[in-house]
């Protein structure tokens, strides 16, 4: 099982819409959580971080479940601009745990 | 203020050679992490250093080293390389010897043939 699983999409989707990505963490001792947003060929960019109390920034609302090991990501509104990959992350032992990712596409 | 940076942006090597990967952290920051991504997968940990030190490996084989100077920039040696060495070698910076909220830079990416 992988230490961080993501639905690798796509998610295609009109403009404007909200769309939800989803993520399970394996490793229950993990403290910090992100989800970075990756476009095609570039490196991974800080979204947001993760708080058990939810957080919120803009159009982008992040969600941490630590009894179910559960991290969500919420866009409204959806933009064209937010076509990317999105990356979500948990803390190991000494180390950053990426999921594979989850692509999304937004169409006029 | 300048980002994470790193040299070379491509490489291209053949099977057997070694190569060296660079990287100069955010400026105030001390800690550099460095990662490997293959195509369809999420960034890969390999190693973790902070103030010089080691803190952290992933699972790689020993082909795999690295070192942090005293200015913090950073090193990843890889030997005798493989075809499967091939991907975009993230290196990443933090203010901390934690893993809070890293910051990559551009990647190299490395092709063996």
């Known amino acids: 099982r992988k230490e961080v699983e993501q639905d690798p999409g796509p998610f295609n989707v009109p403009e404007g819409a909200t769309v939800a990505f989803n993520c399970t963490y394996s490793n229950s001792a993990s403290q910090s959580f992100f989800w970075y947003r990756q476009d095609c060929r570039k490196e991974p960019k800080l979204l947001m971080s993760?708080?058990?109390s939810g957080n919120e920034d803009g159009r982008f609302t992040a969600q941490l479940n630590r009894a179910s090991q559960y991290i969500s990501l919420l866009i409204r509104d959806s933009k064209l601009s937010d076509s990317a990959t999105y990356l979500c992350v948990a803390t190991g032992f000494q180390k950053l745990v990426f999921g594979t990712g989850t692509r999304l596409l937004v169409s006029p | 203020d300048a980002g994470v940076t790193q040299s070379p942006t491509h490489l291209i090597k053949t099977r057997g050679q070694h190569v060296t990967l660079r990287c100069s952290p955010i400026s105030g920051h001390k800690s550099v992490s460095w990662y490997q991504q293959v195509l369809g997968q999420g960034p890969q940990f390999i190693f973790q250093y902070y103030e010089k030190e080691e803190r952290g490996r992933g699972n790689f084989p020993d082909r795999f080293s690295a070192r942090q100077f005293p200015n913090y920039s950073s090193e990843l040696n890889v030997n005798a390389l493989l075809l499967g060495d091939s991907a975009l070698y993230l290196c990443?910076?933090?203010?901390?010897?934690?893993?809070?909220?890293?910051?990559f830079g551009p990647g190299t990416r490395l092709t063996v043939l």
């Open positions: 990443a910076s933090s203010s901390e010897g934690s893993y809070n909220e890293q910051f």
């Open positions: 993760v708080y058990s």
